[in-house]
């Protein structure tokens, strides 16, 4: 099946350091990824969609000034969470679909866990 | 903004016995996706039931939907130790192809 990485899978900041998560589609295009966000012992939340060639669309409450994102190809997405703070810290996980029409299945990154000290 | 709600939060259950889990949500959708995620780790796509279905099996797995009452249940046969994870429920919605997950159920299955 279809594949999605994430790099880092794990890093470890200051506050007030900048922090750019890659979400890479390896077998597919994808004109639209996903950014979700896990607190500890809750849901995954979608922070926005990315959208190759256009702005990011975020979801209410996400600041898109804070949470860069950039989807520079039809294989890569970055979110930047700038300057950083222990409220940050969190798993983030990017999804992709597959552009065939009609497809339903989403494919999942392994997920970031990103902790600000 | 999460849309599902599912109970309980929080079941423990002896190997062997069934785990029942279900979902609500509430608007319509295209398809409901079963998700599992073992501690600190990522999602793993569990299976999927589009609107126009309403029972769908894969191996120890069957999934129910009702769309009339906007919920649907997960049941895991002869649980294992291993099955041990959070569960979630994921739907998608016309015109929204991000998906919305539920608050997801923590399974414990005691060797």
């Known amino acids: 099946g279809a594949v999605v990485s994430q790099h880092p899978s794990r890093v470890i900041c200051k506050s007030g350091t900048s922090v750019k998560i890659e979400c890479r589609s390896l077998?597919?295009?994808?004109?639209?990824m996903f950014w979700y966000r896990q607190f500890p012992k809750q849901s995954l939340m979608l922070m926005a969609t990315?959208?190759?060639?256009?702005?990011?669309?975020?979801e209410q409450g996400v600041e898109k000034d804070k949470f860069l994102i950039n989807h520079a190809s039809l294989t890569l997405s970055t979110l930047t969470v700038t300057s950083a703070h222990p409220e940050d810290s969190s798993f983030y996980i990017c999804?992709?679909?597959?552009?065939?029409?009609?497809?339903?299945?989403?494919?999942f990154g392994p997920g970031t866990r990103l902790t600000v000290l | 903004s999460q849309q599902g709600e599912e109970d309980p939060q929080a079941l423990s259950i002896q190997e062997g016995e069934n785990a029942t889990m279900n979902c609500s949500y509430k608007?319509?959708?295209?398809?409901l996706q079963w998700y599992r995620q073992n501690s600190g780790r990522g999602l793993v796509h569990l299976i999927l039931?589009?609107?126009?279905?309403r029972e769908k099996h894969s191996g120890r797995l069957r999934v129910t939907l009702d769309t009339s009452k906007k919920s649907s249940s997960l049941l895991i046969t002869a649980s294992r130790a291993a099955d041990t994870a959070s569960y979630f429920c994921?739907?998608?919605?016309?015109?929204?192809?991000?998906?919305?997950f539920g608050s997801g159920t923590r399974l414990q299955v005691q060797p």
């Open positions: 999804s992709a679909r597959p552009p065939r029409e009609g497809g339903d299945t989403q494919y």
């Open positions: 077998d597919f295009q994808a004109t639209t």
């Open positions: 990315s959208n190759e060639g256009s702005k990011a669309t975020y």
């Open positions: 608007t319509s959708i295209n398809n």
């Open positions: 039931i589009r609107s126009n279905e």
């Open positions: 994921a739907t998608d919605r016309a015109g929204r192809r991000a998906l919305t």
